[in-house]
């Protein structure tokens, strides 16, 4: 084969067999946030680029390397969502949802575009199921949204999980974490990465943030945040772990976790699965109070978090837990000859219309080359509409599994007789 086009470099397609994985799994997680009172919530692929240089910000990895900004005709700056936060709360603030009652609570599955090395896990078109809530600045709100993140995983019996928790502060408390980190890293300043010599003046929190290794053995005994919180972040991110407690959900605070995008302030948070001794994000969260002003809307407090859907699923298939398969064709109805063709065509269509799953000969096939096809596909029964059948108004049911017949009629009871017939099989 020569195709003209290949699939592009870090995009998947999504086959059959998955799709039905992908459809269970997103079920659930919008199950699971309906009982917590989510609405959904759709917004554009594209946003103008200055959205998320000033929300995701200008030193976050997205921003820096990651993202996919062209030109459009008009010659407007436009990038392909790297996130879905920024552009769900331009949508809240651009239609004025935050007029509305408080607090506002949104899901979404978006597609989301980064330009990163492809590897495991790591895609350059990928989906995040997300939810955020706005106007609701008590810590009960990121309590809860922990618990609904808890419990999408629970039930999809995701095992070896751990929840991380930490508190990165407000603005006050970063002035001075942020002295503290350039104290620390002034003598060893030149070994540090060019991203994190960068940030080192611009936000040194984001040191712990980085990849490198050689980063990560500089950080190892950098200060901590939770050592800087100012009163009122300290008693916010208390009150979120006594929360949590009451809900015997468990959890580790690691002052480590930082997040990759600019925009968070108080509580951060992410659930990582061990596998095989490999460490994967599959949610990463937290409060972002800030981030409405910054993109020039008003104060609204908010939290947030995001799921990656494929690293959900790479998880779940590693872990061998189940999924539905997707629906067998239930009935095949097969034409022996070609005057039959129009019958067998119209008896699918009246089984459909009973939501029986049916399929009928779309192609210019004989019967052989039918029953082929219903082997192939493991259709569980088959009907043959000749002449005879016609006539006579009924057909004989054939069960695939057993070869067994019975015969139905074709005429008024046609979908009855199918479907008492069924279970006379064994
Ligand atoms: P990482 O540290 O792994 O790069 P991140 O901090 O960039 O993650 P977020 O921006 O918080 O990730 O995105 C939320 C979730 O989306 C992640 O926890 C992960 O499950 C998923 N995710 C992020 N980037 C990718 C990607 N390139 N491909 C697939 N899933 C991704
Ligand atoms: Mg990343």
Redesign the pocket.
Known sequence: MNLIAKRIRGMQDLLPEKSKNWETLEKIMKEEAEIYGFKLIRTPVLEQTELFERSVGGES??VEKEMYTFKDKGDRSVTLRP?GTAGILRAVLENGLNNGPMPLKLMYVSS?Y?Y?KPQS????E?F?FGLEVFGAPSSVSDAELICLAQSILDRLTIKNLSLEINSIGCKECRKKYSEAMINYFKDNKESLCETCQKRLEKNPMRIL?C?EKKCIKISKDAPVILNYLCDECEDHFNKVKSYLDVMNIKYTVNPKIV???DYYSKTVF?FICELDGEKI????GGRYDGLSKIIGGPDLPAIGF???I??ILTVMERQEIEFQKPEATQIFIANADEKSKKKAFELCEIMRKSSIIAECNICERNLKSQMKYANKINVQFVLIIGEEEIQTKKANLKDMASGKEIKISLGEDFIKDFLNTQFNFD
């Open positions: 990895d997205i996130e989301c980064r990163e896990g790591r895609y350059r990928f995040q943030d990849k997040r990759g995008l992410e994000t599959i949610c990463g995001g799921m990656g494929e690293r």
